[in-house]
């Protein structure tokens, strides 16, 4: 397609209900990013995929995050027993290369009650 | 740990003014600075910035990189209501000998263009 996209555009869940969240890049973008922005705060990055190299985790807030990208393409973030802490916008990007600025997708907009 | 500091958080101008929107940031093994502008949605790339002294300019908007003093400017020029929005400045830094893409982000400056 020809931008990043997501979905669903929106999404409201009981607190310990698992949700998942998904991203299609843009096509023949190699590399793939999550990000969260909770409200007042910047974008705080959760994981990256490049190709098929393992991913990088290293912002995963907890355990109960977790991503997977299959066939190099889509991406799906679940996020298990959610809290009310985890109400934010989650963002993906994707870049053609490593070397190259990261495109954007509208993001989930994700509510616990 | 890696930062990125904005200011200012928001500003308010009438069109026409000009304006200049600060980044600072501390980063280990730095390797580029990006600027986005978020509207209601997805953060839109404005410029990717490597080298210093070097200004990067597109329509109004220019921006330019001091690496010595470690930090951006974004400049808008007789700005218009479509400009308001988030302006957000992210840095991006070698990771243990391995380059890749992940940003760090500032807080983003709010800009509000009045008519």
């Known amino acids: 397609g020809a931008g990043v996209s997501q979905s669903p555009s929106n999404k409201v869940t009981e607190k310990g209900k698992d949700v998942e969240l998904r991203c299609d890049p843009i096509?023949?973008?190699?590399?793939l990013y999550w990000y969260r922005q909770s409200l007042g705060q910047g974008l705080e990055f959760l994981i990256y995929?490049?190709?098929?190299?393992?991913?990088?985790k290293s912002g995963l807030p907890s355990d109960r995050f977790s991503a997977e990208r299959t066939g190099g393409s889509v991406s799906t973030l679940t996020i298990q027993r959610t809290q009310q802490e985890d109400s934010a916008v989650y963002l993906c990007?994707?870049?053609?290369?490593?070397?190259?600025?990261?495109?954007f997708g509208d993001g989930t907009r994700l509510s616990i009650l | 740990e890696d930062k990125v500091v904005q200011s200012p958080l928001s500003l308010v101008v009438h069109e026409g003014d000009t304006v200049t929107l600060n980044c600072s940031y501390e980063?280990?093994?730095?390797?580029?600075l990006l600027w986005y502008k978020q509207e209601k949605k997805a953060p839109t790339f404005l410029f990717m910035l490597?080298?210093?002294?070097i200004e990067k300019k597109s329509g109004r908007l220019s921006s330019i990189l001091d690496k010595k003093e470690l930090f951006s400017i974004l400049n808008i020029t007789a700005t218009q209501t479509g400009d308001s929005a988030v302006y957000l400045c992210a840095v991006e830094a070698y990771a243990g000998g391995t380059s890749y893409g992940k940003l760090t982000f500032g807080q983003g400056t709010i800009l509000t263009v009045h008519p």
């Open positions: 980063v280990t093994n730095f390797r580029s």
């Open positions: 990007a994707s870049s053609f290369s490593q070397r190259q600025p990261q495109h």
């Open positions: 995929f490049q190709g098929n190299s393992a991913p990088d």
């Open positions: 096509s023949g973008h190699t590399a």
């Open positions: 490597t080298s210093s002294g």
